[in-house]
Every structure is written in structure tokens, then in C-alpha cells.
């Protein structure tokens, strides 16, 4: 239900012409501004706090090191499976659910020509994998040296898989429940609309002959249709289908509604967002570990700090960081980190990683070494996928990507407008613009930058002995004397 106005004669009419769970994440959890220019407001206090609570959640995960991160991870990562598999079974008994799952897997052959989405498919597998994040990294270097990690590997990327797959079958059949109540309410409002019109028994208009009915009164009584035209609405269940959403969106506004419609509808809520909790959880622990890890791994370091400190002063900046996107327009700066500061420079960093291991290391040295761990080389699958085709495709994406990235002109943002009670597109102005282009410089210069300057160390160093060869002259060998 909607809050009322100021008056109390009517409800909020931000709220009117949304909808409840619109306006509940827009205006009541983001308190979001009209664009990323209006910056008023100061810091969301709720939003500072479940910041903060997370921070802490995850400094008591890590304050031990791996050790007491991996009893934590056990349980966020299984716990969502739980969750899934009950929302399941729940899915398949609603109204509706085949209608999103068989539209889940009805192919659209035009979205396969287009780069985009090659370029979602291939950034959502390095998210979900954590590839390029160096969480990966980081846990792996925990493992024994005999640790078989092919068979973890292929495991991992299956369970991956198969986890994407299940999650967006229970996710399509409550989207479908939705999507048919939605299409069947419309209908509803049409029969109740031309019953009142034209005076017709109650009964005698159903969602099943409607559309009939509308034919036929257009035909037979054009003047009085005429005049209801306007209110008339055009029903498609395909069209609720297509206004699919991303992100926070559907997290939080489309999953919301459902749930808002199904029954004991608080139960499946809290199940819900405590799998969402639990989820972010899960990965922000991995990403953290990834950054304490080599900080740990710095004698530099750990001779001042201990680990509890240096754990805590991580957490501690990306508290501070965090808190930029607790402001009013804080919603549209974290859609530009999302959008730009990950997508382009993990295609980069995952490209550089592999390039280098076959090309730069040596394929054949990285089959010794693995040789060396499992007791076999790599099979012809692996090596094939390492030097050619996973480059090719890495490549490519990187290409398409900055294609795109040129071809779509002027960036675009989806801005809350409270007076039309919906999401509007706007170009990002000048400054916007000017952080994205930092964002994209900055992520991908890391390399760069990091490989000039080994090489002018080493570079110096070499300079260094050659210096150090020609000051000191070699002695001249002395002639042995005979006894």
C-alpha cells in the first residue's frame, strides 16, 4: 500500500504512479535524486548503517585468516542452494511459472548476432567464476603442491554452470507468475471496462473470449467503442515477458512484487533476502581475501602490522569508499562502477594472464609444472584452449566491447523520475563522462605501468654490474715459477 500525502486525502502520488515496491526501493531505501548532478541530501544513514554492519559481518569472517573464512564460505555457499531448491518447488506450483520458463529457454537467434551479448555472457561467467578478481588466486594458494586441481577445475566450472542455469529456472518461473497475473489483470480491467460500456450480463466477458469481444463491439458499435478506446488496454503476455530487468531491478522491484503476490508472502521474503545476504556475503569475503592475500604475503608489512590490523584496515577504506554511494545520487555513481570499472579491464587482465603463460612463460614449461603437481601433462584439450581458442575469444570480446563502447555515443543512465513514476534515460554529463573514461584508464594501465617499471629496474640493474664490471679491472694472471 501507498503512504499518504502530506494532507492525509490521498495516497503519495510518487507512489500512485509506480507502484508500492518502486517507490519502497527508490524513494524509502535509496531516498534516490532525479540525476547523477543532484548530489544534496548527505549520506542515507539507513544505508550507512547496513554498510557498516556488512564491514563488520565481514571483518569477524576474516579476522582469523583462511582458516575461519573457509567455515564461513561453507555455509553462504550452501545455504542459497536451500533456498533455491525450496523456491523451486514453490515456483512450480504457481500460476503461471511455465509461461517464464518456457520463455526462458525460446531462443532469440537476433540476440546471438549482436557483440552485447557475448559480451554479458562472458562477464557474467567471469563474475560468477571470479575470474580475473584473483580471489581464485588467492584461495588456491593455500593448496598442497600436489593439490589435483583439474578435476577442482572442471568441478568448479560444472557446479557453476549447472548453478546459473538452475537459479534462472526458479528465477523465470516466479518472473512467469508475475508476468500472467500481471497479463490477466489487464484482461480483467478490459472485461470489467466494456461490461459497464455496453451494459452486458456479468459472466458473459471472460480473459478467455475478450479479445473476441473487443473485434466484435469495435465492429458493431464503433461510436460507443470510440469513446473507451483510450482506456482500453493492450494486453500481451509475450510483452510482460520482454520487460525483463537487470540488476537491482530485478533483485529487488520485479522479484519484490512477486513474492508481494504469492502467499505467507513474508515467509518467502526473509528466505529471499537472507539468500541475497548471504550471496554478498560470500562475495565479498572472496574479493577481500583476494586483496589481504599478498598484503599478508609482504614482510614489509606483517613486520609492523599484524594480521588482525592489516584485515581491519582493509575493511576499514572500503567502509569509507562504500559510504560515496550511500548519497542520494550514490545508486547512479555505483551503476558507472559496476558498468565500466570491472567489465573491460577483467576481458583485459584474464587476456594479458593467458598471453603470458603460453606465450611468455611457455606453454611447454606451465605442462612441466603441471606435470609436476598431478604426476601427467595437460591433455590436447587443454592446450588447445589455452593457446588458441580461449585468446581468440578473449580477444575478440575485448574488441567488440570498445566497438560498442565507440559506436553507442554518448553514455546513458537510467534516472529515476518521481512525477512519471518510472526510470528515464539521460546522458551522464561532462564529469560523469570524464570518471568513466578514468575508471577505464586506470583499471587497464595497471599492467602497463607495472611491466615499464620491472623493466627500467631491471634495466637500471644490469646497467649497474656493467658499471661495476668496468671499474673493477680483472686481475692479470701470473705466470707460474719453476722449482
Keep these: 500500500m501507498c503512504p499518504p500525502n502530506g494532507n492525509r486525502t490521498g495516497a503519495l502520488e510518487e507512489c500512485e504512479v509506480a507502484s508500492p515496491t518502486q517507490y519502497f526501493f527508490y524513494r524509502e531505501t535509496l531516498n534516490i535524486s532525479s540525476s547523477i548532478e543532484s548530489s544534496g541530501g548527505g549520506i542515507h544513514m539507513g544505508q550507512a548503517l547496513c554498510l557498516l554492519l556488512a564491514w563488520i559481518i565481514v571483518y569477524l569472517c576474516i579476522i582469523r585468516g583462511v582458516k575461519s573464512t573457509g567455515v564461513v564460505v561453507y555455509f553462504t555457499a550452501t545455504f542459497p542452494y536451500v533456498v533455491l531448491i525450496i523456491y523451486l518447488i514453490r515456483g512450480a506450483t504457481l500460476h503461471g511459472a511455465w509461461n517464464g520458463v518456457k520463455y526462458m529457454f525460446t531462443p532469440k537467434l537476433e540476440q546471438l548476432l549482436t557483440p552485447q551479448t557475448w559480451i554479458n555472457a562472458a562477464t557474467q561467467i567471469f563474475f560468477s567464476l571470479g575470474l580475473g578478481f584473483g580471489s581464485l588466486v588467492a584461495f588456491s594458494s593455500y593448496n598442497h603442491h600436489h593439490n589435483d586441481f583439474e578435476k577442482q577445475a572442471l568441478a568448479v566450472s560444472l557446479i557453476n554452470s549447472g548453478t546459473s542455469v538452475f537459479a534462472s529456472i526458479v528465477t523465470f518461473a516466479i518472473y512467469g507468475f508475475k508476468a500472467t497475473n500481471n497479463y490477466e489483470s489487464c484482461l480483467q480491467r478490459n472485461c470489467l471496462q466494456l461490461i459497464n460500456t455496453f451494459d452486458l450480463a456479468e459472466g458473459s466477458i471472460d480473459a478467455h473470449n475478450v479479445t473476441e469481444w473487443i473485434r466484435h463491439l469495435n465492429i458493431t458499435h464503433p461510436d460507443a467503442f470510440n469513446s473507451i478506446s483510450e482506456k482500453i488496454e493492450h494486453c500481451s503476455l509475450e510483452g510482460e515477458l520482454d520487460t525483463a530487468v537487470e540488476g537491482a531491478g530485478l533483485a529487488f522491484i520485479l522479484y519484490s512484487e512477486a513474492i508481494r503476490m504469492m502467499p505467507l508472502s513474508q515467509l518467502w521474503s526473509v528466505l529471499y533476502f537472507t539468500m541475497l545476504l548471504l550471496l554478498g556475503m560470500g562475495s565479498m569475503l572472496g574479493n577481500v581475501t583476494a586483496i589481504i592475500t599478498p598484503l599478508t604475503d609482504t614482510p614489509l608489512l606483517t613486520n609492523i602490522l599484524s594480521s588482525e590490523t592489516i584485515n581491519g584496515l582493509v575493511c576499514l577504506l572500503c567502509l569509507l569508499l562504500g559510504l560515496g554511494f550511500t548519497s542520494p545520487s550514490g545508486n547512479y555513481w555505483f551503476t558507472i562502477f559496476n558498468e565500466y570499472a570491472a567489465t573491460l579491464s577483467l576481458l583485459f587482465i584474464v587476456f594479458i594472464e593467458i598471453v603470458s603463460v603460453c606465450y611468455i612463460y611457455g606453454l611447454k614449461r606451465f605442462e612441466k609444472d603441471v606435470e609436476d603437481m598431478l604426476g601427467h601433462r595437460p591433455n590436447w584439450y587443454w592446450r588447445l584452449m589455452w593457446a588458441v581458442i580461449s585468446p581468440l575469444l578473449l ?69 649497474g654490474v656493467q658499471e661495476e664490471q668496468l671499474e673493477c679491472p680483472r686481475e692479470k694472471p701470473t705466470r707460474a715459477t719453476r722449482s
Aim: aromatic residues 16%; hydrophobic residues 45%; contains cysteine.
Design 395 to 463: 580477444f575478440s570480446l575485448f574488441v567488440f566491447y570498445i566497438y560498442s563502447y565507440i559506436q553507442g555515443g554518448v553514455p546513458t543512465y537510467q534516472a529515476w523520475d518521481k512525477e512519471l513514476g518510472r526510470s528515464i534515460v539521460k546522458q551522464y554529463p561532462a564529469f560523469g563522462q570524464a570518471v568513466i573514461a578514468l575508471l577505464l584508464l586506470s583499471s587497464l594501465s595497471c599492467i602497463p605501468v607495472s611491466a615499464l617499471i620491472t623493466f627500467c629496474r631491471r634495466r637500471r640493474k644490469q646497467q
